[in-house]
């Protein structure tokens, strides 16, 4: 852009600050500048889609002044055949990445753009992943949250839409189908008529927060990090510390949830908080109360909680007999029947901004039922079984606990590592794929190794635990189990052994850092592997259970970084990886 008036050429000062220069655009503005219509802004456009693929971006920054203040951004770009989606307003003195050679202070809005055909749907999930490491000299230009750390590869995407895998039932795919044509149909009803205004706003709000995120990844300088009293970046339990960090003060300062009141007990607004599903009925009952990011204005919410509770459901309405499970389709297709009514949020999004949250074995079946409620909405699961087509990039991951009597009161703390006299330990019911091969392999074969159906007598199953060095954590029927979370509250490394599990919160946690995970196929060598770990390893892995054991503790009333708050920053993930068009 030499060729301006007043514009010098700064691409050595935009490497210095780690962004790379991609394409310069030769220009001379002084036969655009009185424009109104923006053809400098289209040929940008034009110029940077060309060699692109699908689903890769263009960010293209302007002063805010005359005559750049007239250019219909959003009409330009659909005119080369891109769409908008995002347009956040920065200073320079804030990113000095958006970069205004002609003086500081000077506003510039960033514009960035995905591929789509004119009259895009309603919402959209950016298709590229964003890995929570620093990454110096590049930016990642769509937010997205992490590739999880599995050995399970995400569900196949749908090449007609980011949100969406493609099965392998046909019954799925006409699901799937259906439902993008009744996207594209409301998204061509909804073209031309009045933007609504409110969620323009809430999404400019997303917006901002996913480029305060985005600047974490590249800008570690931040001391907002260290004087927060109750952050604590040691170690590698973290993807990345400090853009967690920033994004969970965001999430604190920003959220929040609007809980739908209709519905009443014991099938919505209550659960069990009692043994197996604990997670369920904790989470119900803390919303309720939840008053700093529960909002009573549905307008200012940036998601819906449906808060039924499937366990209570099967509980009071299942039949063990005639084991109708179409009973939780009535139940809940009736009350998405009922606030998609009374409200318009939900056919607003189509439901995407809305999340329901169950620890059941059969949650995810229980939202098959509402298709919306399936394949849109984000749905926090215990039960994260890619292979039940749980999809990472919309729905969340939750640690099933199991608190016998309600509450942590002797679960916390284990023997220090001196004491701790057994390399590994297991007890539970033979079920499942994985626990045959351990049993065939372990039970009572080894006495480094113990593996029972059934503590002896007189043996605490809690002080073996404790005791232990590490805590084997096979799947057992469902891919989720609450010996995870036992583990870490008795401070022994769990031992990971499942299939096609998305671990719970593993878009933020490095699991790698405190935990060892086993595949089925080697279960023979699994004395051979631990006790093949490095000394000064495992220490740093049994330091690294301690420091985590914060995000899965529940406190009630909920306390900065515990499980209820690790949940919230899930959802809250999920909602800043989706763009919702007005």
């Known amino acids: ?20 220069l991609l394409h310069e655009v030769d220009v001379y503005m002084k036969t655009h500048k009185t424009r109104t219509d923006g053809e400098l802004i289209e040929r940008v456009f034009s110029f940077l889609k060309v060699g692109s693929t699908l689903g890769g971006e263009v960010h293209v920054t302007h002063r805010v002044g005359d005559p750049y203040n007239t250019w219909d951004v959003e009409k330009l770009a659909c005119n080369v055949g891109l769409h908008l989606k995002e347009k956040v307003e920065f200073r320079q003195s804030e990113d000095s990445g958006y970069h205004n050679k002609r003086g500081s202070g000077i506003n510039a809005f960033v514009a960035a ?30 937010f997205s949250i992490s590739s ?23 019954k799925m795919n006409r699901a799937v189908s259906n439902l993008v044509k009744d996207l594209n149909t409301e998204s061509v009803l909804r073209r ?13 709000g997303l917006a901002r927060a996913r480029a305060l995120i985005r600047d974490a990844t590249i800008d570690q300088s931040s001391s907002s990090s260290r004087q927060d009293p109750d952050y604590i970046p040691r170690g590698d339990i973290y993807r990345n510390a400090f853009v967690f960090h920033r994004s969970y003060v965001l999430m604190e300062h920003l959220f929040k949830i609007f809980v739908y009141e209709e519905g009443d007990l014991p099938l919505f607004h209550n659960g069990p908080c009692k043994d197996i599903y604990s997670t369920e009925g904790i989470f119900l009952s803390l919303m309720e109360t939840a008053t700093h990011f529960r909002t009573r204005d549905p307008e200012e919410a940036h998601v819906y909680f449906l808060p039924f509770s499937v366990v209570m459901i099967l509980e009071h309405l299942f039949d063990p007999i005639i084991r109708d499970k179409a009973v939780l389709g009535r139940v809940i297709g009736d009350y998405v029947h009922t606030i998609s009514t009374k409200y318009p949020y939900w056919n607003r999004s189509f439901g995407a901004d809305h999340f329901m949250l169950s620890c059941h074995d059969w949650g995810p079946r229980a939202t098959w039922y509402v298709h919306e409620l399936y394949f849109t909405s984000i749905r926090a699961l215990c039960n994260a079984n890619i ?8 729905d969340a991951s939750i640690p099933d606990i199991n608190l016998r009597t309600g509450d942590t009161t002797g679960l916390i703390g284990g023997m220090p590592l001196s004491n701790r006299t057994v390399l590994a330990f297991f007890a539970g019911q033979l079920h499942g794929r994985i626990r045959p091969a351990l049993f065939q392999h372990w039970k009572d074969k080894d ?3 113990r593996v029972y159906e059934k503590v002896p007598e007189g043996v605490s199953y809690e002080e073996m635990m404790k005791k232990s060095k ?4 096979p799947s057992g029927y469902e891919v989720a189990t ?19 599990y998305v671990i719970p919160f593993s878009d933020v946690l490095n699991w790698d850092a405190f935990s060892i995970q086993v595949s089925l196929s080697e279960i023979p060598n699994l004395k051979e592997i631990l006790m093949g770990t490095p000394e000064d390893k495992y220490v740093r892995m049994h330091e690294g259970v301690k420091q985590v054991q914060r995000h899965f503790l529940v406190n009630d009333p909920p306390k900065r970084y515990d499980v209820f708050h690790m949940i919230l920053h899930s959802i809250w993930l999920r909602r800043l990886n989706l763009q919702i068009y007005g």
């Open 387 to 394: 292979s039940e087509f749980f999809n990472p990039r919309k």
């Open 113 to 142: 753009i995905t591929y789509s055909s004119k009259g895009s749907s309603l919402f959209s999930l950016p298709s590229s992943s964003w890995a929570w490491t620093t990454s110096i000299g590049t930016s990642s230009s769509s």
């Open 148 to 170: 999880f750390g599995i050995n399970t590869s995400s569900p196949w995407r749908n090449p007609r839409t980011a949100l969406y895998p493609t099965f392998a039932s046909e």
């Open 470 to 473: 590490y805590c084997i954590c």
């Open 1 to 20: 852009m030499d060729k301006h008036g007043s514009s010098e050429p700064h691409s050595e000062e935009l490497e210095i600050l780690g962004r790379q």
């Open 192 to 204: 031309g008529k009045e933007r609504d205004e409110k969620l323009e706003r809430t999404e400019a």
């Open 447 to 449: 006495e480094d190794i």
């Open 482 to 500: 609450p010996r995870i979370v036992e583990a870490i509250y008795a401070e022994c490394v769990p031992v990971l052994i499942s299939q096609h």
